[in-house]
């Protein structure tokens, strides 16, 4: 019996960890219009000093993306649809740039990526403040 009881108990404490356990994506390619996704782009280009034609992929990438995270968003998507567009947009951006990037400069963006995250909040700081 006791054997019984303690199996449930974990079992429910299982269940109720799963359940309780839901991540919030990262806010660092949430861009709702494109004046969003220059700053993103500003803010990777000072840590990593992409070529020319590099610049102009990684611009078309997150100008497309700032277009559809704002037709998604004029839809009025509450906290978990939010959340769900973030983690899609940032797993495909995410994929996108180690394509575009190559597999070294993608390297050196993952361990510059908190650099780049502080970066990013500054400038959307300044360009709030305007």
Do not use: C, W
């Not at 960890?17 to 861009?31: I, R």
């Amino acid at each position: 019996m006791q054997k019984l009881l303690s199996t449930v108990a974990i079992l429910l404490a299982f269940v109720a960890f799963s359940f309780a356990q839901q991540t919030v994506a990262s806010d660092f390619y949430l861009m709702k219009n494109t004046h969003d996704a220059e700053i993103v782009l500003k803010a990777i280009q000072s840590e990593l000093n992409l070529s020319g034609e590099t610049y102009a992929k990684v611009k078309s990438l997150l100008t497309a993306s700032a277009k559809s995270q704002e037709e998604q968003l004029a839809l009025s998507p509450d906290a978990e649809r939010i959340n769900i567009i973030k983690t899609r947009q940032t797993a495909h951006i995410e994929n996108a740039l180690q394509g575009i990037l190559g597999k070294a400069v993608y390297s050196d963006y993952l361990a510059k990526k908190a650099a780049i995250d502080t970066q990013l909040k500054d400038l959307k700081l300044s360009s709030s403040n305007k």
